[in-house]
């Protein structure tokens, strides 16, 4: 007997999955509720990770049907994504995205869809490295600082020698510079370097 499940993922807690069941709905499928899994957690997750889908994992049978919204509620990583939809269809589970037109990701079909889409996403990807690799380079060539701008400008730093040189506690030296302890005590480390 066919079942249908829906795997609905949000990344953070301020967003609902309701727009997601209902385009399923609209959609046409029809899934029962208590076979939605909804999880609040980050794609960039692998999916085996998460425990929503982990749970829903050893609920799915043969000739199951899951279906998502997009491929990016599976995950953001195209590599975690085929591996996951390759997954499913070893266990016999078909997988079904509604944007790409609810096509079966573990039919022939589908499968060349994912290859594609692999292929433009390992693309993508290391077009994003060699942009930001060229990006820092030119930075570095024009004399800039990369990282975090520093917690305490030259004066700050000198006037938390002074108080630390006179006894002054981390915390109270914290206080009067509006920063953290651990600010304070890497500069107390830096003295006694």
Do not use: W
């Not at 609209?26 to 899934?31: D, P, R, S």
């Not at 609920?59 to 997954?87: F, S, Y």
């Not at 305490?152 to 030296?173: F, H, N, P, T, Y």
């Amino acid at each position: 007997m066919m079942r249908t499940f829906l795997y609905a993922r949000v990344s953070t807690t301020d967003q609902s999955t309701d727009n997601q069941v209902i385009e399923v709905s609209a959609a046409g499928f029809k899934v029962e509720g208590h076979r939605i899994v909804s999880e609040c957690v980050s794609g960039s997750i692998a999916a085996c990770e998460r425990k929503g889908f982990t749970k829903l994992l050893d609920r799915l049978e043969a000739n199951d049907v899951l279906l998502v919204t997009k491929l990016d509620r599976l995950g953001r990583n195209a590599m975690d994504v085929r591996q996951t939809v390759e997954r499913l269809a070893d266990m016999g589970v078909r997988v079904h995205c509604l944007a790409l037109g609810g096509i079966d990701l573990t039919s022939p079909a589908g499968k060349m869809t994912m290859g594609v889409i692999t292929a433009v996403a390992e693309f993508e990807r290391d077009l994003i490295i060699e942009r930001t690799s060229a990006g820092l380079k030119r930075a570095v060539a024009e004399g800039k600082k990369l990282g975090r701008r520093p917690a305490l400008c030259a004066e700050q730093r000198a006037l938390v020698k002074e108080r630390l040189q006179a006894g002054v506690s981390v915390a109270a030296i914290a206080r009067e510079m509006l920063t953290t302890r651990q600010t304070i005590m890497r500069e107390r480390a830096a003295l006694t370097a």
